[in-house]
């Protein structure tokens, strides 16, 4: 939910999660419930279209909250040019949350009574990338999936995985642009083995522009290496004497949705549990659309965590990723656990029977059930969504299904190879050719 930026946010990991999709039923069945309309606008032009989605809650202070957390939502999974909110209540009833939103969302954000114009004309990131046309290519096909926390990569010849390898993304001391190209270009080598390699695709953890230019760092890589201007001509050099054909670089997501729409997936939402959590979501017509989907709000519960540096709890972020579960299973067991290593300590906990495992698995699972809910509220059409990442690798991906609900509005899924299947998807980069909706960043 969204909470006020006037001071710090303190929370904490609690035991009690109310979704904010249960939180919006509750407040629609409120005697004094009344509409709240957001439109999400396709465009600033007469011919551009719209798309209302009406929520039911008491003209209050507590009824602005979720909606305003719900249209957050909406903004971060439909990517909108523009969006207007015809609420119940008089402008001074919505801030400082109103102000927040318009703080970190790259989009105009409107009252019914205001003119939509363009917003933050200095932001220059476009809102449709084109991939690089089909191109075919001798040799095996490399790809490099580069995560906050691990590198993977792998050959492929026609198709099939042949080798695969993995180490740190950043070892201990390790740090800088230089380090990183070094031992990229290690990890190709080995899994090359001194085969041709006709092209190589790297799927990158931040946001990207046409090109594959990188536009923004994530925490984890401003940290490790400060300027994004680094980044320039990254694919090139870790491919330079390598590789005999061509290159491509995306962000590891929306690289993950064009694969999987060039395999023919429709209507489908796809999410990765990491450093963060990541998804895109495929279309009806196979366009890729990727998210920030670790922004996304589920938790709307008195003991909501809160976003490190965004003024919103309740994160998904906070909950399905490898930090989220190394605090939430550390405190159950009552110690500090590294988050780069947390997935193997909670496969072990499992097979161990430990019911502390269990319960840190059956918090992920009410944190999905929460961000599914979310999916089929916002997107139309999404009929499946699937999950993958190395922490859901043999039991505790298993478990996670087994632990939600029957009846869910939509069909949810491990992928089928959730270690490695980033790495797949980046060697088959240059080599297919999908429709991709650019990454808008937030905040």
């Known amino acids: 939910m969204l909470v006020p930026p006037s001071g710090p946010i303190i929370g904490i990991v609690g035991t009690d999660m109310i979704t904010l999709h249960d939180r919006l039923a509750e407040l629609a069945r409120h005697t004094r419930a009344a509409p709240w309309t957001i439109r999400l606008h396709s465009g600033y032009s007469s011919a551009s279209m719209a798309r209302d989605y009406v929520l039911f809650a008491p003209p209050s202070a507590e009824g602005a909250r979720y909606v305003l957390a719900r249209l957050h939502n909406a903004v971060l999974l439909s990517n909108p040019a ?96 230089e380090s990183l190209v070094t031992r990229a270009r290690a990890l190709v080598e080995e899994v090359g083995q001194g085969d041709r390699i006709g092209s190589l695709g790297i799927g990158f953890a931040s946001p990207m522009g046409v090109g594959g230019r990188v536009i923004e760092l994530s925490t984890v890589m401003r940290e490790k290496v400060g300027d994004v201007h680094a980044f320039d001509g990254f694919a090139a050099r870790v491919a330079e004497g390598l590789v005999h054909g061509p290159v491509a670089m995306f962000n590891d997501l929306a690289n993950l949705g064009r694969h999987l729409s060039a395999q023919g997936a429709r209507r489908l939402v796809r999410l990765q549990i990491g450093t963060s959590f990541g998804g895109c979501w495929i279309d009806a017509n196979g366009m890729v659309y990727a998210t920030e989907m670790g922004r996304l709000v589920v938790d709307a519960g008195p003991d909501a965590v809160p976003h490190p540096y965004l003024p919103i709890a309740g994160a998904a972020r906070a909950y399905l990723s490898n930090r989220g579960l190394a605090e939430d299973f550390g405190r159950r067991i009552g110690r500090t656990l590294d988050p780069r290593t947390v997935g193997h300590r909670l496969r072990e906990g499992l097979a161990a029977g430990d019911e502390r495992a269990f319960a840190a698995v059956q918090r992920m699972a009410e944190t999905m059930e929460g961000v599914i809910a979310e999916l089929h509220a916002v997107l139309p059409g999404v009929t499946v969504v699937e999950c993958g990442g190395s922490m859901l690798q043999g039991p505790a ?47």
């Open 82 to 177: 523009a969006v207007t909110l015809d609420a119940p209540v008089t402008p001074d009833k919505l801030e400082p949350m109103l102000g927040a939103l318009r703080r970190i969302h790259h989009v105009g954000i409107f009252l019914d009574d205001e003119p939509i114009r363009p917003t933050r004309p200095d932001f220059d990131l476009p809102s449709v990338d084109v991939p690089p046309a089909f191109v075919p290519a001798e040799g095996l096909a490399a790809g490099l999936d580069i995560g906050g926390t691990g590198m993977k990569a792998c050959v492929l010849r026609e198709g099939a995985l042949l080798r695969v390898a993995s180490a740190p993304t950043w070892p201990d001391g390790e740090r800088g642009i």
């Open 397 to 443: 991906g298993k478990n996670l299904v087994t632990r939600l609900p029957e009846g869910l509005p939509v069909e949810f899924r491990i992928a089928s190879q959730p270690g490695h299947d980033g790495a797949v998807a980046a060697a088959m980069a240059p080599r297919v050719d999908a429709r991709l909706k650019g990454l808008k960043r937030v905040g």
